[in-house]
């Protein structure tokens, strides 16, 4: 018993041990907290709250009073339940109406955001939003609409009051069970409503005396970039300048992508850090220079104060977006670190930005900008500390140091960051060391140093030369992006994964760089088993549209669609989704010929089935279901047809959502995509059921035919 009673006590003895280090795991368990409370399939209400915080004020009793060994525990409990907390108080503060109907009419608005779509139109985002003939509390606080058609009557600016008539609708759900909820996300951003427009925008007010000053700042600084640097170079450097990216156009939005250089448009790590990296050092080193002031002033902290206004300046300037807040927390971490004489960069830094950004905005977890920045900070800081007296940069010679340090950091950062880029955009850019290799140091030793002269020397109208040379710098970057985007295998798609191996391949890496000794490379055994789910995982052989106008179907080869047009966005999901590169034009190829656009047969699993559209879409049901095992039908039955096939309408696809079938254990699965009853998606939750066996479904089709 004494030797059992050891056993079990060694770990709790080690938990005890290395109590010095345990914050950084602070983040991983209120991170573990909130995906628990985003995972939910029902809302929790007051009584699941208050149990929480009673647990959690249980659990605080215990790290205050209780035996030092259950503290640790207790620490991880009340991080949970905090996390949880957070992210219910989250959601139920940013709750805003959600357009309930399909909306035609007139829609007024003032303009906070101008942004562009995937099909390259420039987007409004209006706040202060009025609908013809719906009363305010049915009304979105915000709605954005795409402008298609001639749009000479207005240049958009940010504060500006304008008018349109608009189609509007809530955002649609998944496109697929378990897949990308843009419902959440537009939730978050109090986004009730998304639409076009192809009548011409009416300016109603210009921008109010101080309104949006801000965003009007930002498009102002945009225009006048664009106007000194002209083309997509111009663009990019206003974008790096504000965050602005509504100058940019598709194809350079593409090949950034296919290089791995996407990175550099979103304001982020990179940016933010460069920028106060540029004007700490150059500060302190400037100041050195005065013995004046040097000997009469802490200069180090004097440099890192400034850092920090300057960082909080380009936060407001580049719109606030989530990725700079959480990039400008992480530089104000750090630098407040260097003000109260600690390591600037260090797991604990990094961890305690991860919990304010956690507790203030719990929804970033499920971002993979939140995750992807943080993978590569971590990785990058246990990386270095690993070379900690074997090899590092500063002992090098003086021209082999620089690129040690750049294919040393860009191997980091991409290793820990392509598994998660890979899960959340199925691609994976086979070329991105040597694009990044070629592209980033121009971005820090040139590029956005020259972006703060300008704007030092833009007061005076000596901004010239420094634009110059952040246009020199760009052009080059969208140089090497186009080069290596052209390139052979530039993209490998890759399908998406079953959605735990994200989590379990992040708890490995977490293990494996926060714990201390040999026990740490058991953090090795879940990111090889999360890597084995992701190569076994098989994607659904049907998925079918909400409206049911696009059917898909993957059983021996890649997936082959039902129209070669209709449902373009859900039909790019799911080919991306499926890791295939084909455009939905191939994939419609592959469908056959057979049939016509209103009337289109198929196989599942051995079940005959038929998807119906058009005007004769209820006789046709009518006079197939019983020769079909599965009639699907574009239209809302008034009378559904009765017979032994399995009928899919849009009545129960109103209920379902988007719908997948899988093949488990000799059956055929249909599993919805309401599945969870959330803030976000408020209608009813709809459990999986089976389809016929195929096999008696095959025989009893035999029979009909002889």
């Known amino acids: 018993m004494g030797r059992i009673a050891t056993l079990l006590m060694s770990p709790v003895e080690a938990l005890i041990a290395a109590r010095g280090i345990l914050f950084p795991w602070v983040p991983v368990f209120l991170g573990l907290g909130i995906g628990i409370w985003f995972s939910l399939r029902w809302e929790p209400g007051g009584i699941s709250y208050a149990l929480c915080l009673v647990l959690f004020i249980a659990a605080v009793g215990v790290r205050l009073r209780g035996?030092?060994?259950?503290?640790?525990?207790?620490?991880?409990?009340?991080c949970m339940l905090l996390g949880g907390l957070a992210a219910g108080y989250r959601a139920y503060s940013l709750t805003a109406p959600i357009l309930g109907f399909r909306f035609y009419g007139a829609v007024?608005?003032?303009?906070?955001?101008?942004?562009?779509?995937?099909?390259?139109?420039?987007?409004?985002?209006?706040?202060?939003?009025?609908?013809?003939?719906?009363?305010?509390q049915r009304t979105p606080e915000r709605v954005r609409v795409s402008l298609h058609g001639v749009q000479d009557y207005l240049t958009p600016e940010p504060g500006q009051r304008v008018m349109a008539t608009a189609h509007l609708a809530a955002l649609d759900g998944p496109v697929e069970p378990d897949g990308f909820d843009f419902r959440r996300i537009a939730f978050f951003d109090r986004l009730g409503a998304v639409g076009y427009t192809r009548a011409p925008v009416l300016l109603l007010e210009p921008p109010a005396p101080g309104a949006q000053q801000i965003n009007?700042?930002?498009?102002?600084?945009?225009?006048?970039?664009?106007?000194?640097?002209?083309?997509?170079?111009?663009s990019v450097s206003a974008a790096l300048m504000t965050g602005d990216r509504a100058g940019i156009s598709q194809s350079t939005t593409e090949a950034l992508r296919a290089s791995n250089l996407s990175h550099l448009l979103a304001i982020s790590g990179l940016h933010m850090g460069l920028l106060a990296g540029f004007v700490f050092a150059a500060l302190r080193y400037g100041l050195a220079l005065v013995p004046v002031l040097a000997l009469r002033i802490n200069t180090k902290k004097t440099a890192a104060v400034v850092a920090l206004i300057a960082g909080f300046v380009y936060l407001l300037l580049s719109g606030g977006s989530v990725a700079t807040e959480r990039a400008y927390v992480m530089v104000a971490v750090m630098l407040g670190a260097v003000l109260f004489d600690r390591r600037a960069l260090s797991l604990r830094s990094v961890a305690m930005a991860a919990t304010v950004l956690l507790l203030a905005q719990p929804e970033t977890l499920l971002e993979p900008g939140f995750q992807m920045s943080f993978a590569a900070t971590i990785a990058l800081v246990a990386g270095y500390g690993a070379l900690r007296g074997r090899g590092q940069p500063h002992r090098m010679p003086f021209w082999v140091a620089p690129v040690f340090t750049l294919v040393f950091t860009s191997l980091i950062a991409g290793l820990a960051t392509a598994p998660i880029a890979a899960a959340h955009f199925n691609r994976i850019a086979g070329y991105g060391l040597i694009a990044n290799f070629l592209a980033v140091p121009l971005m820090g030793t040139a590029v956005m140093p020259a972006a703060v002269f300008a704007a030092l020397a833009a007061p005076f109208g000596l901004e010239a030369l420094p634009l110059w040379v952040m246009e020199q710098g760009?052009?080059?970057?969208?140089?090497?992006?186009?080069?290596?985007?052209?390139?052979?295998?530039?993209q490998r798609a890759v399908p998406t994964p079953p959605w735990m191996v994200l989590p379990i391949l992040s708890f490995g890496f977490l293990w494996l760089v926060l714990w201390r000794g040999p026990v740490r490379l058991w953090g090795l055994a879940p990111m090889v088993a999360s890597f084995g789910l992701w190569v076994m995982a098989e994607r659904p052989i049907m998925l079918l549209t909400a409206d049911a106008g696009l059917l898909g179907l993957k059983e021996a080869g890649p997936r082959a669609?039902?129209?070669?047009?209709?449902?373009?966005?859900?039909?790019?999901?799911?080919?991306?989704?499926?890791?295939?590169?084909s455009d939905q034009a191939q994939a419609a190829l592959r469908f056959g010929a057979e049939g016509s656009d209103s009337n289109r047969p198929f196989l599942l699993g051995g079940l005959e089935g038929v998807i119906?559209?058009?005007?004769?879409?209820?006789?046709?049901?009518?006079?197939?279901?019983?020769?079909?095992?599965?009639?699907?039908?574009?239209?809302?039955?008034?009378?559904?047809?009765?017979?032994?096939?399995?009928?899919?309408?849009r009545t129960l696809l109103d209920k379902t959502g988007a719908l997948a079938v899988r093949k488990q254990g000799g059956h055929l699965?249909?599993?919805?995509?309401?599945?969870?009853?959330?803030?976000?998606?408020?209608?009813?939750?709809?459990?999986p059921w089976l389809l016929p066996n195929p096999g008696a479904a095959t025989l009893l089709s035999q029979r009909e035919a002889q």
């Open 612 to 649: 119906l559209r058009g005007k004769e879409a209820e006789a046709q049901a009518n006079a197939l279901c019983d020769r079909v095992d599965l009639v699907i039908v574009s239209a809302y039955l008034e009378d559904p047809p009765r017979g032994r096939c399995h009928l899919i309408d």
């Open 216 to 234: 009007r700042l930002r498009n102002q600084i945009r225009q006048a970039v664009q106007a000194r640097i002209p083309g997509e170079a111009g």
């Open 108 to 136: 007024e608005g003032r303009i906070v955001l101008i942004d562009r779509s995937q099909s390259d139109k420039i987007r409004l985002t209006l706040d202060q939003v009025i609908l013809e003939n719906t009363p305010p």
């Open 561 to 581: 669609l039902s129209a070669e047009r209709r449902s373009g966005f859900a039909a790019g999901q799911w080919l991306e989704n499926d890791g295939d590169l």
């Open 669 to 687: 699965v249909v599993e919805p995509t309401q599945r969870a009853q959330r803030l976000w998606s408020p209608k009813e939750p709809v459990a």
């Open 474 to 490: 760009t052009r080059w970057i969208l140089g090497v992006a186009h080069w290596v985007a052209s390139w052979q295998g530039a």
């Open 67 to 78: 035996p030092e060994p259950l503290h640790p525990f207790a620490i991880a409990v009340a």
